[in-house]
């Protein structure tokens, strides 16, 4: 079959792969703009999902080499290697854990004000953060205040020292982090 002889199917479902392909760039951009300090935690929870937006690329994926390519043997070719790169995904999966929440503190006196605590599990080590959520419903924003890569049994304590001031405590670290209005951090702490 040749390009321009495409059947009504095939364009119907050319339209239909690629503005699905277009929404699931604008979500993963939409995700990758919440990522950043001070983002909507909506967006980054929701959308900042790179894994499970490109597997739900694959299968749109083949429908658009499908209905583009005029060769039997070009499709073929080319859907083994998407249908290759999908069960790529599946370790992928597996093995990568997506961050988990492992506790919340509500700030004294501003109920709008919260600690948040996460963890990724790895094979040999865990990685830590420590977030301050600022706001409340779909407009909260989130600010790091601490990451953390060490082996398990080392942890970074965050704590309230009053409304507007979280102490951070690692081993014999301690580091006082006062928040400006908006909740923007006046330092993060990193250590690996």
Known sequence: MVISRRTAGERRALRAALAALALLVLLGAAGWYGERPGGLLVLRDWFDRPLLLGTAALPLLLVV???????AWIRVALGIGVLLAAAATVPLWILLDAPYDTGAQRAPDR???????????????????????????????????AYAGFRYGDEVVA?????????????????????????????????E
């Open 65 to 71: 080499l499908y209905c583009v390519t005029w060769r």
């Open 159 to 191: 704590v309230w020292d009053g409304p507007d001031r979280i102490r951070l405590t690692s081993g014999s670290l301690t580091k006082v982090i006062d928040l400006a209005a908006d909740g923007r951090p006046s330092a993060s702490l990193t250590l």
């Open 111 to 145: 109920s709008d004000r919260r600690i948040v605590r996460q963890e990724e599990p790895g094979m040999l080590s865990t990685a830590q953060w420590v977030f301050v959520d600022q706001g409340t419903g779909l407009a909260t924003r989130r600010w790091q205040i």
